[in-house]
């Protein structure tokens, strides 16, 4: 709180000579002061000459109670750093044990939305105030005083006079009843029209939160749709993994890795391949540098230097933990994909250990694959992984790698995989061969799939992108996948392509919703020849989904230098004379 003054008082003698004084108090140092004095400058002066000196005092008593509290707490934090270093090193020796003591079966749920519609439902608002009705002053009645003719004597004898006054008094009333009743009426009208707003404002307040209630309730069901549509697709997803999809085997899988507990450090990124036909799974698996590992084993204090010392693992050590997390994370990943196969789909893993480095003759980024290990499933499942030495065990599987991890030498992998999807077939061009005479609608639906992707060649080349034909196999699958490697708005693009002349109803927008998921991309695009129902569109609204008609379809091939026409009637006397 510092230094507080009172008020500056004047106290005279009997002779009545001023006499000034000020108190001052320093509630810290609990000191108290009272300044007199003749001069009221001089009082002042004095009080601020003592409130310096009190406040440097003060100010070195708290400069010299940091000095304590910061040693304290950099050796507190010495210790806190000391025990974060402790604790890492030791998460590191146990990397392999920690997965033994967790169930790696991918949890589907996990990946469901449940969470709760946040927005508040409007709430009822309050009504508005009732109009403040003015009451009508009283009725004048005749038998008022104000109203009685005050008769004197000679009134009494004269009855013209009489007869006079009684008048007045009669047109006296009168003329106040008719003003009275004018008040009256305005009165009336002026309660009326604040009731009739007041019953308008209320209208008005109701029809208000009415709107507001249907909005909630629409934002509501839109949430709840997308959670189900979402949901849907997850469930569509391990059906189609417990069916034996290559695919969503390979995405379950990379579903296992990524919710391996690893540090932070840890790069934790994997390319997958599965081939059925020997139920083999290949891991493409990048590991740590030697680098990003910690080294830290005690942090100290020096008080006297004032000054902070990590003390680092010695350099032998370093290579040893390397190489020991390099093995165990080896095992723990063949360990973790053989436990969560719960569909046994998998026979045998081949594993390859990736590093990018930067090699220190060249100055280059070099990346290599530094072990590899292939093993069967009845053989790797029968180890007792919680007693074996990791790099001992990596041996005896008969892996390959240089008996020096750190020192990244490459090897050769046992197997590598496939960078091609098999699914995917040469493309031919058919563009070229159109004119303004082709109807879309009528041609040989693989030479529409194959004119989509080349449409769609040309709009991502500028890009870098790549468009691809799957299998024929009209099945309503993926007809076309789109790489775009544009960061922002690039990634996996889904097309289908429906050579249709009827309108394209809302299941065909659902499949491809589905299959967007499925196929783990960015964006879905659905093409026709013809056009879609409001129901389509409407599905379509608010997702990652474009729905391309026969009249987008035209404009693009004018667009690159093609022409074409699109005649539905004439399609369907051609489909039906078949």
Not at 83 to 99: N, Y
Not at 146 to 164: A, C, E, N, T
């Amino acid at each position: 709180m510092g230094t507080r003054s009172g008020q500056l008082e004047t106290a005279y003698s009997a002779r009545g000579i001023p006499t000034y004084r000020l108190e001052i108090w320093h509630d810290e140092l609990r000191k108290h002061r009272l300044i007199q004095g003749a001069d009221p400058w001089v009082v002042q002066r004095k009080a601020e000459l003592q409130t310096m000196e009190w406040e440097a005092r003060w100010s070195q008593i708290c400069l010299r109670q940091v000095a304590r509290d910061t040693v304290e707490n950099k050796k507190r934090a010495a210790a806190e750093r000391t025990a974060v270093a402790q604790h890492e090193l030791q998460r590191l020796t146990r990397l392999l044990h920690h997965a033994l003591e967790t169930n790696d079966a991918f949890d589907w749920t996990s990946l469901k939305e449940t969470s709760p519609f946040l927005n508040p439902k409007p709430s009822t608002p309050l009504p508005p105030p009732q109009p403040q009705l003015q009451s009508a002053l009283r009725e004048p009645q005749l038998c008022d005083a104000k109203y009685q003719p005050q008769l004197g004597l000679l009134d009494k004898l004269i009855p013209s006079r009489k007869r006079f006054i009684m008048k007045v008094c009669r047109e006296r009333f009168d003329a106040d009843h008719r003003e009275w009743q004018q008040w009256v009426e305005l009165l009336t009208a002026q309660n009326a029209a604040a009731e009739q707003a007041y019953r308008a404002e209320l209208e008005a307040a109701r029809q208000q939160h009415g709107t507001a209630i249907q909005e909630w309730e629409a934002q509501r069901t839109a949430f709840r749709e997308m959670q189900r549509l979402h949901n849907e697709a997850i469930d569509q997803q391990r059906e189609a993994y417990l069916a034996g999809s290559p695919e969503m085997l390979q995405e379950y899988c990379d579903f296992v890795l990524s919710n391996s507990d690893y540090p932070e450090y840890f790069p934790q990124e994997c390319e997958l391949d599965y081939a059925p036909e020997t139920k083999t799974l290949i891991v493409e698996y990048v590991l740590p540098t030697p680098a990003s590992l910690p080294t830290v084993k005690e942090v100290r204090y020096i008080q006297s230097r004032d000054e902070v010392v990590e003390q680092h693992l010695p350099q032998a050590q370093i290579t040893k933990l390397y190489d020991d997390v390099i093995y165990q994370i080896t095992l723990r990943t063949l360990y973790e994909l053989f436990e969560a196969d719960i569909i046994n789909a998998i026979d045998a893993i081949v594993f390859n250990g990736w590093v990018t480095s930067i090699d220190r003759s060249t100055g280059q980024e070099v990346t290599a694959c530094i072990l590899s290990l292939q093993v069967q499933r009845e053989v790797f499942m029968a180890l007792n992984l919680a007693n074996v030495d990791p790099k001992a065990c990596f041996k005896a599987l008969k892996g390959v790698g240089s008996s020096r991890l750190h020192s990244l030498t490459a090897v050769a992998p046992v197997l590598q995989i496939r960078r091609e999807d098999r699914r995917f077939v040469s493309a031919y061009e058919v563009a070229h061969t159109l004119d303004a005479s082709s109807n879309l609608a009528a041609m040989d639906w693989e030479d529409f799939e194959h004119l989509i992707r080349e449409l769609f060649e040309k709009e991502f080349l500028a890009g870098g992108g790549e468009v691809k034909v799957t299998q024929a196999s009209r099945d309503g699958g993926v007809d076309a996948v789109v790489f775009d490697p544009d960061p922002i708005r690039g990634g996996k693009i889904v097309i289908q392509a429906k050579r249709y002349t009827n309108t394209v109803g809302v299941s065909a927008v659902r499949d491809l919703y589905g299959t967007m998921m499925n196929e783990g991309a960015n964006k879905g695009i659905l093409v026709t020849t013809s056009d879609y129902g409001p129901d389509a569109y409407e599905f379509a609204k608010g997702k990652p989904l474009t729905l391309l008609s026969g009249a987008n379809l035209l404009h693009m091939l004018a667009k690159h230098g093609y022409k074409a026409r699109i005649d539905l009637q004439e399609a369907r006397r051609l489909t039906l004379g078949r």
